[in-house]
Protein backbone atom coordinates (compact mmCIF):
# COMPACT_ATOMS: atom_id res chain seq x y z
CA UNK A 1 0.00 0.00 0.00
CA UNK A 2 2.77 2.30 1.08
CA UNK A 3 4.25 1.83 -2.18
CA UNK A 4 1.47 2.83 -4.33
CA UNK A 5 -0.14 6.01 -2.72
CA UNK A 6 1.08 9.33 -5.15
CA UNK A 7 1.44 11.62 -2.32
CA UNK A 8 1.50 15.51 -3.35
CA UNK A 9 2.66 18.38 -0.87
CA UNK A 10 1.79 21.63 -1.26
CA UNK A 11 3.03 24.33 1.22
CA UNK A 12 6.95 23.85 2.40
CA UNK A 13 7.63 26.55 4.97
CA UNK A 14 8.76 25.33 8.18
CA UNK A 15 6.88 22.26 8.64
CA UNK A 16 5.84 21.35 5.10
CA UNK A 17 9.07 21.38 4.12
CA UNK A 18 10.10 18.87 6.79
CA UNK A 19 6.80 16.59 6.67
CA UNK A 20 7.13 16.26 2.58
CA UNK A 21 10.74 15.27 3.29
CA UNK A 22 9.71 12.72 5.85
CA UNK A 23 6.73 11.34 3.00
CA UNK A 24 9.65 11.49 0.58
CA UNK A 25 12.20 9.22 2.71
CA UNK A 26 9.39 6.74 3.46
CA UNK A 27 9.62 5.50 -0.29
CA UNK A 28 6.17 7.36 -0.98
CA UNK A 29 6.17 9.11 -4.81
CA UNK A 30 6.10 12.62 -3.87
CA UNK A 31 5.25 15.85 -6.00
CA UNK A 32 5.66 19.10 -4.48
CA UNK A 33 4.62 22.60 -5.39
CA UNK A 34 5.59 26.17 -3.00
CA UNK A 35 4.39 29.28 -3.99
CA UNK A 36 8.30 29.90 -3.80
CA UNK A 37 10.04 27.98 -6.03
CA UNK A 38 13.35 27.24 -3.57
CA UNK A 39 11.99 24.84 -1.41
CA UNK A 40 10.69 22.98 -3.71
CA UNK A 41 14.05 22.52 -6.00
CA UNK A 42 15.52 21.40 -2.72
CA UNK A 43 13.31 18.44 -2.34
CA UNK A 44 13.50 18.29 -6.09
CA UNK A 45 17.28 17.32 -5.36
CA UNK A 46 16.37 14.64 -2.75
CA UNK A 47 13.76 12.89 -5.29
CA UNK A 48 10.84 14.79 -5.06
CA UNK A 49 8.90 15.79 -8.64
CA UNK A 50 8.21 20.03 -8.60
CA UNK A 51 5.00 21.43 -9.63
CA UNK A 52 5.22 24.34 -10.93
CA UNK A 53 1.17 24.73 -10.58
CA UNK A 54 -1.18 23.35 -7.68
CA UNK A 55 -3.15 21.80 -10.22
CA UNK A 56 0.44 19.76 -11.64
CA UNK A 57 1.18 18.54 -8.47
CA UNK A 58 -2.34 16.92 -7.68
CA UNK A 59 -3.33 15.80 -10.98
CA UNK A 60 -2.04 12.61 -10.64
CA UNK A 61 -2.13 12.35 -6.89
CA UNK A 62 -4.20 10.21 -4.33
CA UNK A 63 -3.41 11.57 -1.42
CA UNK A 64 -2.82 15.45 -1.27
CA UNK A 65 -1.24 17.23 1.83
CA UNK A 66 -1.83 20.91 2.19
CA UNK A 67 0.31 23.02 4.87
CA UNK A 68 -0.28 26.56 5.17
CA UNK A 69 -0.28 29.48 7.20
CA UNK A 70 -4.20 29.72 7.62
CA UNK A 71 -7.34 29.45 5.90
CA UNK A 72 -7.23 32.35 3.08
CA UNK A 73 -4.15 30.41 1.87
CA UNK A 74 -5.44 27.10 2.01
CA UNK A 75 -9.33 28.67 -0.09
CA UNK A 76 -6.73 30.34 -2.07
CA UNK A 77 -4.47 27.61 -3.17
CA UNK A 78 -7.76 25.24 -3.66
CA UNK A 79 -9.74 27.80 -5.62
CA UNK A 80 -7.59 31.11 -6.98
CA UNK A 81 -4.71 28.58 -7.96
CA UNK A 82 -7.62 25.37 -9.05
CA UNK A 83 -6.15 22.74 -6.83
CA UNK A 84 -9.69 21.82 -6.26
CA UNK A 85 -10.72 21.30 -9.64
CA UNK A 86 -7.96 19.42 -10.80
CA UNK A 87 -8.54 16.84 -7.40
CA UNK A 88 -8.46 13.23 -9.21
CA UNK A 89 -12.48 11.33 -7.77
CA UNK A 90 -11.35 9.71 -5.15
CA UNK A 91 -8.63 11.41 -3.88
CA UNK A 92 -7.99 11.97 -0.23
CA UNK A 93 -7.39 15.42 0.36
CA UNK A 94 -4.99 15.80 3.43
CA UNK A 95 -5.85 19.21 5.31
CA UNK A 96 -3.23 19.41 8.25
CA UNK A 97 -2.95 23.54 8.17
CA UNK A 98 -3.99 24.80 11.46
CA UNK A 99 -6.73 26.89 10.18
CA UNK A 100 -9.46 26.59 13.49
CA UNK A 101 -13.01 25.73 13.55
CA UNK A 102 -14.73 27.99 11.06
CA UNK A 103 -11.90 27.91 8.46
CA UNK A 104 -12.23 24.15 8.24
CA UNK A 105 -16.64 24.46 8.03
CA UNK A 106 -15.55 26.59 4.96
CA UNK A 107 -13.18 24.18 3.40
CA UNK A 108 -15.66 21.21 4.27
CA UNK A 109 -18.31 23.37 2.40
CA UNK A 110 -16.31 23.64 -0.11
CA UNK A 111 -15.44 20.43 -1.26
CA UNK A 112 -19.16 19.30 -0.97
CA UNK A 113 -20.52 21.62 -2.88
CA UNK A 114 -17.39 21.89 -5.72
CA UNK A 115 -16.51 18.40 -5.31
CA UNK A 116 -18.35 15.75 -3.30
CA UNK A 117 -15.84 12.98 -5.17
CA UNK A 118 -12.95 13.69 -2.60
CA UNK A 119 -12.28 12.87 0.20
CA UNK A 120 -11.20 15.60 3.05
CA UNK A 121 -9.63 14.61 5.99
CA UNK A 122 -9.19 16.97 8.66
CA UNK A 123 -5.64 16.38 10.20
CA UNK A 124 -3.84 19.13 12.17
CA UNK A 125 -0.33 18.04 13.41
CA UNK A 126 0.79 18.96 17.08
CA UNK A 127 4.68 19.51 17.32
CA UNK A 128 7.33 21.75 16.14
CA UNK A 129 10.05 22.03 13.70
CA UNK A 130 12.17 19.16 16.07
CA UNK A 131 9.46 16.36 16.04
CA UNK A 132 8.62 17.26 12.15
CA UNK A 133 12.22 16.50 10.77
CA UNK A 134 12.18 13.63 13.35
CA UNK A 135 8.79 11.99 12.19
CA UNK A 136 7.74 12.12 15.73
CA UNK A 137 4.54 15.15 15.28
CA UNK A 138 1.02 13.63 16.63
CA UNK A 139 -1.70 13.85 13.80
CA UNK A 140 -4.91 14.94 15.07
CA UNK A 141 -7.24 12.99 12.13
CA UNK A 142 -10.88 13.44 11.78
CA UNK A 143 -13.00 12.31 8.93
CA UNK A 144 -14.42 9.29 7.20
CA UNK A 145 -13.16 6.24 8.56
CA UNK A 146 -12.94 4.20 5.38
CA UNK A 147 -10.02 5.85 4.51
CA UNK A 148 -8.20 5.43 7.64
CA UNK A 149 -5.85 2.66 5.97
CA UNK A 150 -5.29 4.74 2.35
CA UNK A 151 -4.04 7.81 4.16
CA UNK A 152 -2.21 5.79 7.14
CA UNK A 153 0.95 5.55 5.37
CA UNK A 154 1.10 9.12 5.23
CA UNK A 155 0.84 10.05 8.59
CA UNK A 156 3.02 7.39 9.72
CA UNK A 157 5.37 9.14 8.08
CA UNK A 158 5.57 12.61 9.86
CA UNK A 159 3.90 11.00 13.21
CA UNK A 160 4.74 8.57 15.77
CA UNK A 161 1.25 8.73 16.55
CA UNK A 162 -1.99 9.49 14.90
CA UNK A 163 -5.35 10.03 17.03
CA UNK A 164 -8.76 9.91 15.03
CA UNK A 165 -11.09 11.79 16.62
CA UNK A 166 -14.31 11.35 14.59
CA UNK A 167 -15.78 13.36 11.56
CA UNK A 168 -14.49 16.75 10.25
CA UNK A 169 -13.76 19.47 12.57
CA UNK A 170 -12.95 17.42 15.25
CA UNK A 171 -9.10 16.96 14.54
CA UNK A 172 -8.88 20.87 14.19
CA UNK A 173 -10.93 21.15 17.48
CA UNK A 174 -8.45 19.00 18.99
CA UNK A 175 -5.58 21.08 17.91
CA UNK A 176 -6.93 24.29 19.32
CA UNK A 177 -7.01 22.39 22.73
CA UNK A 178 -3.99 21.32 22.43
CA UNK A 179 -1.90 24.43 21.38
CA UNK A 180 -4.22 26.72 24.26
CA UNK A 181 -2.25 24.06 27.08
CA UNK A 182 0.87 24.79 24.57
CA UNK A 183 0.66 28.51 25.15
CA UNK A 184 0.18 28.45 28.92
CA UNK A 185 2.65 26.18 29.25
CA UNK A 186 5.23 28.46 27.61
CA UNK A 187 3.40 31.23 29.05
CA UNK A 188 4.56 29.56 32.60
CA UNK A 189 8.03 29.07 32.03
CA UNK A 190 8.58 32.88 30.90
CA UNK A 191 6.90 33.98 33.84
CA UNK A 192 8.59 31.19 36.34
CA UNK A 193 11.97 32.27 35.15
CA UNK A 194 10.94 35.95 35.62
CA UNK A 195 10.03 35.19 39.44
CA UNK A 196 13.49 33.38 40.14
CA UNK A 197 15.41 36.52 38.74
CA UNK A 198 12.82 38.92 41.32
CA UNK A 199 14.02 36.10 44.02
CA UNK A 200 17.24 36.77 43.27
CA UNK A 201 18.08 33.31 42.25
CA UNK A 202 20.66 32.84 39.08
CA UNK A 203 19.02 32.35 36.04
CA UNK A 204 21.13 29.00 35.11
CA UNK A 205 20.30 27.71 38.20
CA UNK A 206 16.59 27.92 37.76
CA UNK A 207 16.93 26.04 34.70
CA UNK A 208 18.60 23.33 35.86
CA UNK A 209 16.26 23.10 38.95
CA UNK A 210 12.88 23.13 36.65
CA UNK A 211 14.86 20.92 34.08
CA UNK A 212 14.76 17.91 36.87
CA UNK A 213 11.54 18.52 38.28
CA UNK A 214 9.14 15.98 37.56
CA UNK A 215 6.06 18.81 36.72
CA UNK A 216 8.20 19.84 34.13
CA UNK A 217 7.09 17.89 30.48
CA UNK A 218 9.67 16.98 27.88
CA UNK A 219 8.48 19.74 25.85
CA UNK A 220 9.15 22.10 28.47
CA UNK A 221 12.53 20.68 29.58
CA UNK A 222 13.61 21.53 25.86
CA UNK A 223 12.50 24.64 25.91
CA UNK A 224 14.25 25.68 28.83
CA UNK A 225 17.78 23.89 27.59
CA UNK A 226 17.38 26.51 24.38
CA UNK A 227 16.17 29.43 26.90
CA UNK A 228 19.20 28.76 28.75
CA UNK A 229 21.22 28.86 25.65
CA UNK A 230 19.46 32.33 24.29
CA UNK A 231 17.85 30.55 21.38
CA UNK A 232 15.15 31.33 20.07
CA UNK A 233 15.13 30.55 16.92
CA UNK A 234 11.92 29.80 15.14
CA UNK A 235 10.56 26.37 15.61
CA UNK A 236 7.22 27.81 16.41
CA UNK A 237 7.06 31.07 15.61
CA UNK A 238 5.48 33.42 17.96
CA UNK A 239 3.19 35.34 15.35
CA UNK A 240 1.79 31.50 14.69
CA UNK A 241 1.23 30.75 18.44
CA UNK A 242 -0.80 33.79 18.49
CA UNK A 243 -2.64 33.41 15.58
CA UNK A 244 -3.53 29.76 16.94
CA UNK A 245 -4.54 31.08 20.74
CA UNK A 246 -6.80 33.74 18.21
CA UNK A 247 -8.06 30.76 16.66
CA UNK A 248 -9.09 29.24 19.80
CA UNK A 249 -11.07 32.42 21.20
CA UNK A 250 -12.62 32.71 17.89
CA UNK A 251 -14.16 29.58 17.85
CA UNK A 252 -15.95 28.68 21.10
CA UNK A 253 -19.50 30.95 22.21
CA UNK A 254 -18.80 31.44 25.52
CA UNK A 255 -14.97 32.90 25.42
CA UNK A 256 -15.67 34.75 28.96
CA UNK A 257 -14.86 31.48 30.03
CA UNK A 258 -10.88 31.76 28.90
CA UNK A 259 -10.31 35.10 30.43
CA UNK A 260 -6.80 33.85 31.12
CA UNK A 261 -6.27 33.22 27.38
CA UNK A 262 -7.56 36.90 26.22
CA UNK A 263 -4.87 38.07 28.64
CA UNK A 264 -2.55 35.96 26.97
CA UNK A 265 -3.27 36.80 23.79
CA UNK A 266 -3.28 40.65 24.53
CA UNK A 267 0.49 40.47 25.76
CA UNK A 268 1.73 38.29 23.44
CA UNK A 269 0.51 41.07 20.71
CA UNK A 270 2.45 43.63 22.45
CA UNK A 271 5.95 41.05 21.91
CA UNK A 272 4.61 40.81 18.14
CA UNK A 273 4.71 44.37 18.08
CA UNK A 274 8.12 44.79 19.39
CA UNK A 275 8.97 42.88 16.27
CA UNK A 276 9.94 39.36 18.18
CA UNK A 277 7.16 37.95 16.17
CA UNK A 278 8.99 35.59 13.71
CA UNK A 279 11.38 34.36 16.93
CA UNK A 280 10.10 30.99 18.71
CA UNK A 281 7.32 31.71 20.93
CA UNK A 282 9.55 30.76 23.90
CA UNK A 283 11.10 34.72 22.90
CA UNK A 284 8.37 35.84 25.40
CA UNK A 285 11.61 35.19 28.34
CA UNK A 286 13.27 37.57 26.99
CA UNK A 287 10.28 40.23 26.42
CA UNK A 288 9.73 40.08 29.91
CA UNK A 289 13.02 40.52 30.77
CA UNK A 290 13.33 43.64 28.79
Known amino acids: MAQTQRVAVLGLGGMGRLMATRILHAG ?3 TVW ?6 ARALGEQGAQVADTPPDAVR ?22 GMLAALPDGAIWAQMSTIGVAGTERIAALVAEERPGVVLLDAPVSGSRGPAEQGKLAVFA ?3 EEVRDRVAPVFD ?22 N ?8 GIAESLALGRAFGLDRAVVIEALRGNPVVAPWASEKLER ?6 SPQYPLRLALKDVRLALADVDDVAR ?18 LGDEDLTVVTRAIER
Open 227 to 232: IGRDDY
Open 34 to 39: NRSPEP
Open 157 to 178: AVGQRTVWLGPVGAGSRMKLVT
Open 60 to 81: DADIVVTMVTDADAVLSIATDR
Open 28 to 30: LPT
Open 258 to 275: LTVAERLAAWWQQVVEQG
Open 142 to 144: SGP
Open 180 to 187: LLLAFVNE
